[in-house]
């Protein structure tokens, strides 16, 4: 199976502060299936990213994904108070599908 | 509006069938997955499985085929995961999530809130 290994584990940033996170996949993401998840405590997940790059329902412009083959990156731009939370990618073009374990957004 | 919107918190014991549910609103399931995740305690998300429930073709993760099933009803837009007997290790959030986009790769847009399962003697 796919193993993706997200980093850091813990991102300490203050709000407005720009936020980037890694997701590596152990080998390449068929066709770019590659999505970004959203998840508050007490809360689902909420898809933020799919394809790599597009943007889910809703989903505010400072969010954007990039990447190809194994590596891939979410970037918030700005740090709003409500983005603090734990971001899980996942692949869903290999089955079985696999998320990585998670990077938690926290404010410094 | 989509919603999925799962059955209520389970306490269960071993040894202790169990089948739980998710009913989709605001969209049909026919022409579309039904995905289930599954959330231990403080951990992160592991995927179990993807049910089309217009033909009920499902893929397991091999980790989890044979501890549990999935199974779905189109005509009234509810999908189940069930187990046969349950196990302290299973005590865990579980979510279900539709699938969407490419038919033969999905991706999972709207969840639904959640049903925790505890399983203690």
């Known amino acids: 199976e796919i193993v993706l290994t997200q980093s850091p584990a813990t991102l300490s940033l203050s709000p407005g502060e720009r936020a980037t996170l890694s997701c590596r996949a152990s080998?390449?993401?068929?066709?770019?299936?590659l999505a970004w998840y959203q998840q508050i405590p007490g809360q689902a997940p909420r898809l933020l990213i799919y394809g790599t790059s597009s943007r889910a329902t809703d989903i505010p412009d400072r969010f954007s994904g990039s990447g190809s083959g194994t590596d891939f990156t979410l970037t918030i731009t700005r740090l709003e108070p409500e983005d603090f939370a734990v971001y899980y990618c996942h692949q869903y073009g290999t089955s079985p599908r696999t998320f990585g374990q998670g990077t938690k957004v926290e404010i410094k | 509006e989509v919603q999925l919107v799962q059955s209520g918190a389970e306490v269960k014991k071993p040894g202790e069938s169990l089948k739980i549910s998710c009913q989709g609103y605001?969209?049909?399931?026919?022409?579309?997955?039904i995905g289930w995740v599954r959330q231990m305690p403080g951990k992160g998300l592991e995927w179990m499985g993807i049910?089309?429930?217009?033909?009920?073709?499902?893929k397991y993760n091999p980790s989890f085929r044979g501890q549990v099933i999935i199974s779905a009803d189109r005509s009234i837009n509810a999908a189940y995961l069930q187990w046969s007997s349950l196990k302290a290790s299973d005590t865990a959030m579980y979510y279900c999530?539709?699938?969407?986009?490419?038919?033969?790769?999905?991706?999972?847009?709207?969840w639904g809130q959640g049903t925790l399962v505890t399983v203690s003697s």
């Open positions: 999530a539709r699938g969407v986009g490419d038919p033969l790769r999905p991706h999972l847009d709207n």
């Open positions: 080998q390449s993401v068929s066709s770019g299936y």
């Open positions: 605001g969209f049909s399931f026919t022409g579309t997955w």
């Open positions: 049910i089309y429930p217009t033909d009920s073709d499902t």
